[in-house]
């Protein structure tokens, strides 16, 4: 060898074209000239030899995996020289598993080929930890490696290590909500095993390319927060312990069977009505829009609904689920809960009832008003007579009436008792405490119950009602009647019948007083 000194060595003949000798050591790392002296005086011509300095392992990233195995190290430390084809190895290596078995032999150091990036930073796989079977050879709670580089074919190995540790992949169970708005932000928790292995590295949850940090684990379950996503969709959910092998989905693509998550584009309301009512509540409302329901085919679609003051506190008892059948994509209905206070407050609608939605009146920019609840106390007169004019009218009085707009478009009064027999009339506010109705033309005596609206929609449940008379023009005027005179008391009349009658029937009639004869 010849260098910066010579150095005779002794070598052992192979073959005729081989021959072997021991590199003695060098001062320095860098080439040397390699001859080979047949006799004294026949030189071989001089070939390279490189001393080179032994490998440093400083860290190996990530530092954790599966047991599956193949996770992908990236190793860096210094002098990691190439030295060719299939030379740069990663060994592996543990004192706790000088017996390990590795595809059924004792295997103490296992290398797997590495390739050299640069002189600091060397890439190679880990191997796997589960037999042809697919079970665990060693204890998952205690498998670990240290990682070592190999320069030339894995003759020498660096003195110098980075631990690996195994972990056993964690099961996604369950997914709570399955579903939130595009903007993100929704709190996520999902059910399962293993999401806090002793080992793990850097935890971290994709949902199809989109990848956030957990914001807490526990063994059985691991919460997060939605990303944004810049459009809706179905997405794919996995967790990965180190950070780049993620738990697998289904190989063939069934989303009722897989774990998914939904992004929607927020719902939005294009028109309500009404958008006031009585805080006895029970009125019926309409909401028209688009993105109430997702319809597809592996969600089961929810809506709710709920009312909240100036400082989003929900008002008690409006929190509700709307009901399927109310529920459409373009539209949905409930009924107002009744509350305690008065005034404006904001409607809010959620698809998860995490995220929650808020619902103005496209037309004034305003959420929905409470008024107190109207009550008629009396009705005057309180009968009249059957085809009675045109021009007949009623005064309703009572408290908390009043108007939504200057026309007074949505005040009235519903003659009737059941919704097939409504008959409705336009009122006139006289004030807070009165109000004026036309008695609609009735063809037969009958007794009706009247009540009122401000709204169009909520009414009165007071139990007033009005009478129709047979004769109006033998009927008394109210004038003439004494306060104490009711104008609901009745009388059973017989109707006579011919061979071209029907048979005979009995009605009822209300009589101003049971002195007046109607026979």
Not at 124 to 146: F, R
Request: proline share 10%; glycine share 8%.
């Amino acid at each position: 060898v010849t260098g910066v000194q010579t150095c005779a060595l002794p070598i052992s003949r192979i073959s005729s074209s081989e021959v072997q000798c021991i590199a003695p050591p060098a001062k320095q790392p860098g080439e040397v000239d390699l001859v080979i002296q047949v006799y004294q005086g026949l030189d071989s011509a001089a070939v390279s030899y490189l001393y080179y300095e032994n490998p440093i392992v400083d860290k190996v990233y990530p530092p954790c995996g599966p047991l599956s195995g193949f996770t992908q190290l990236v190793v860096t430390g210094q002098h990691f020289i190439d030295l060719g084809r299939d030379m740069p190895m990663c060994g592996f290596k543990s004192d706790d598993q000088v017996n390990f078995f590795m595809e059924g032999g004792k295997q103490p150091v296992v290398l797997t080929n590495a390739t050299i990036i640069n002189q600091t930073m060397i890439i190679c796989d880990a191997p796997s930890m589960l037999n042809k079977q697919g079970y665990p050879i060693v204890d998952p709670d205690s498998a670990y490696w240290d990682v070592g580089v190999s320069l030339d074919g894995g003759s020498g190995l660096s003195e110098t290590f980075g631990r690996f540790d195994y972990y056993v992949d964690p099961i996604i169970k369950t997914v709570e909500p399955q579903l939130g708005p595009t903007y993100g932000g929704t709190i996520i928790t999902l059910g399962g095993l293993g999401f806090d292995a002793n080992s793990t590295c850097n935890a971290v949850v994709k949902l199809g390319i989109l990848e956030v940090k957990p914001l807490t684990r526990t063994n059985e379950t691991l919460t997060f927060r939605a990303p944004v996503s810049p459009i809706p969709g179905t997405t794919s959910i996995s967790v990965s312990l180190n950070g780049q092998q993620f738990t697998k989905q289904p190989a063939v693509s069934d989303l009722p069977k897989e774990m998914t998550y939904d992004f929607y584009s927020p719902p939005y309301t294009s028109y309500f009505y009404p958008s006031r009512g009585p805080n006895n509540g029970g009125t019926p409302q309409r909401h028209q829009g688009y993105g109430y329901k997702l319809e597809r085919p592996h969600l089961q679609d929810r809506f709710w609904a709920r009312l909240v003051d100036g400082n989003k506190g929900i008002l008690p008892g409006t929190d509700q689920e709307i009901p399927p059948e109310r529920l459409n994509i373009d539209e949905w209905t409930w009924s107002i809960p009744p509350v305690n206070t008065t005034g404006d407050f904001l409607m809010q609608v959620s698809l998860n009832r995490q995220d929650w939605h808020d619902v103005l009146n496209p037309e004034t920019g305003k959420a929905y008003s409470f008024y107190a609840s109207p009550h008629i106390t009396g009705i005057s007169p309180s009968f009249g007579g059957v085809k009675a004019t045109k021009d007949q009218v009623i005064e309703l009085t009572g408290t908390g009436f009043s108007c939504t707009d200057e026309e007074c478009s949505d005040l009235m009064c519903r003659f009737g008792d059941s919704p097939d027999t409504y008959i409705f009339v336009k009122a006139q506010l006289g004030s807070s405490t009165m109000i004026r109705c036309k008695v609609p033309q009735y063809t037969k005596p009958d007794v009706l119950k009247v009540e009122m609206t401000i709204n169009g929609e909520s009414y009165t449940n007071d139990n007033h009602t009005f009478g129709f008379l047979i004769h109006s023009s033998s009927m008394p005027t109210p004038s003439s009647l004494p306060p104490t005179v009711a104008p609901t008391f009745k009388s059973r009349v017989s109707v006579s019948s011919t061979p071209d009658t029907p048979k005979p029937t009995s009605i009822t009639i209300p009589l101003p007083s049971p002195a007046v004869d109607t026979a």
